[in-house]
């Protein structure tokens, strides 16, 4: 099946710093990706849609300036998030879409962040 | 907007047993998809099984199957033989159209098979 990756797997960094986050469709071009919140033992929420060549389109509540998306390339959608704090400190899972064939949506492994 | 609701925040079954996750959804959309999704503790979102909502049939994959009930708007999830490795979060969701918007979640529900 169609592969998507998200590095890192885990990051801890200081309060006030910054750290980015990217998603990878492996296999696949992917014009649309997700970037997904999950905390302990919740369920996933959605943080915003990234779109090649455009701006990402946020959901109500997420800081667009705080959570700064780019989707650079067909392959590739990063998600950085600035002046981090330890509220900050959750699991964010990216996806992306496939559309040749059957549309499909594919997950990456999620990325572990920690503010100290 | 989409709501999808699973009641059963745990749920645990003896191996070999079958065991039925339910789910309900609440939309005004006439064409959709409805997943279920595994997530181990590895964390790894695996998808499970998937429903067209314009199919009748119901969904199967291996040990895997699904009552949809459209007018209803319920969407269980049956695990036959249950196996250990079974042992998960199980999560339902709901994308509408084509399947390329994002997807809307359920709270999960905790699957845990006893030896």
């Known amino acids: 099946g169609a592969v998507v990756s998200q590095h890192p797997s885990r990051v801890i960094c200081k309060s006030g710093t910054s750290v980015k986050i990217e998603c990878r469709s492996l296999?696949?071009?992917?014009?649309?990706m997700f970037w997904y919140r999950q905390f302990p033992k919740k369920s996933l929420m959605l943080m915003a849609t990234?779109?090649?060549?455009?701006?990402?389109?946020?959901e109500q509540g997420v800081e667009k300036d705080k959570f700064l998306i780019n989707h650079a390339s067909l392959t590739l959608s990063t998600l950085t998030v600035t002046s981090a704090h330890p509220e900050d400190s959750s699991f964010y899972i990216c996806?992306?879409?496939?559309?040749?064939?059957?549309?499909?949506?594919?997950f990456g492994p999620g990325t572990r962040l920690t503010v100290t | 907007a989409q709501t999808v609701t699973q009641s059963q925040p745990e749920m645990s079954v003896q191996e070999a047993e079958t065991v039925t996750l339910s789910c309900t959804y609440d939309?005004?959309?006439?064409?959709?998809?409805l997943f279920w999704y595994k997530q181990p503790p590895s964390r790894q979102m695996i998808l499970v099984i998937r429903?067209?909502?314009?199919?009748?049939q119901n969904a199967t994959e291996n040990r895997f199957s699904v009552n949809f009930q459209k007018a209803a708007k319920s969407f269980s999830l049956k695990i036959s033989d249950s196996q250990l490795g079974d042992t998960a979060m199980y999560f339902c969701?709901?994308?509408?159209?084509?399947?390329?918007?994002?997807?809307?979640f359920g709270k999960g529900t905790r699957l845990s098979v006893i030896a």
């Open positions: 996806s992306a879409i496939r559309t040749s064939g059957r549309v499909e949506q594919y």
């Open positions: 296999d696949f071009q992917a014009t649309t």
């Open positions: 990234s779109n090649e060549g455009s701006k990402a389109t946020y």
């Open positions: 939309t005004s959309e006439s064409n959709y998809y």
């Open positions: 429903q067209e909502a314009y199919k009748q």
């Open positions: 969701a709901f994308t509408q159209n084509s399947g390329n918007t994002p997807l809307v």
